[in-house]
């Protein structure tokens, strides 16, 4: 079965900084991975999602995350972050036609 | 195109009681996913229906059931109330699976009290 671990709780930055939010996973078979963010008060939605090809994925909101498959990581991050990004992440895991699993997220927190 | 929609935004029951919540997929999709969201533990999944039939399962006890109608509108139910079943409740559609994105709800909120 595959599962998800994101490293930190919370991540503090200052705006303008780069922040990396880490995600690892396990599983026995080839996975389908994908990150999405929750802001305050609202459901998820889809940053970015990685199938095949290309191990770096470009997302929205300038977001990228690359797939390394001998890690079993796949890290989120962004060059600059804005007040706006004020959110919570979660790494997710799927393989073909199974569930979708969710880690425990990570609160990114701007300072200003 | 309307979202996802869930039904009702909050509810307050009390232990012991039964809950029953709603949630209208995109249209065309016929995938309905339900999640439990509690502080800490993040998302956790409960079951996902697929052309009403239920494809896949958490590890939740049985007081957790679903159903999903020929519409794809699924329904989730909770029996036998507890106080740890307090949590955000988020159901999410997509068209078939296998790598496709999920369209979330805003969930419905439940306190048990």
């Known amino acids: 079965a595959q599962s998800v671990t994101q490293l930190d709780s919370q991540v503090p930055v200052f705006e303008e900084a780069p922040v990396e939010l880490r995600c690892n996973y396990s599983?026995?078979?080839?996975?389908?991975l994908f990150w999405y963010v929750q802001y305050p008060n609202q459901g998820l939605q889809l940053l970015l999602k990685y199938l095949s090809g290309s191990t770096l994925v470009k997302g929205i909101n300038g977001f990228e995350a690359e797939f390394n498959k001998s890690q079993t990581s796949f890290h989120l991050r962004k060059p600059s972050v804005h007040i706006s990004d004020t959110a919570e992440y979660f790494c997710a895991v799927s393989n073909r036609d199974d569930k979708i699993i969710f880690g425990k997220g990570t609160r990114l927190h701007i300072l200003p | 195109k309307a979202g996802v929609t869930q039904t009702p935004r909050y509810l307050i029951k009390t232990r012991g009681q039964q809950v029953t919540l709603s949630c209208s997929p995109i249209?065309?999709?016929?995938?309905v996913s339900w999640y439990q969201q509690t502080p800490g533990q993040g998302l956790q999944f409960l079951f996902e229906?697929?052309?009403?039939?239920?494809?896949n399962k958490g590890n939740f006890p049985g007081r957790f059931s679903g159903r999903q109608f020929s519409n794809s509108r699924s329904e989730m139910n909770v029996s036998t109330l507890e106080l740890g079943d307090s949590a955000l409740y988020l159901c999410?559609?997509?068209?078939?699976?296998?790598?496709?994105?999920?369209?979330f709800g805003s969930g419905t909120q439940l306190s048990v009290l």
């Open positions: 249209s065309g999709h016929r995938s």
């Open positions: 599983s026995s078979v080839s996975v389908y």
């Open positions: 229906y697929f052309s009403e039939t239920q494809r």
């Open positions: 999410a559609s997509q068209t078939t699976g296998s790598g496709e994105k999920l369209f």
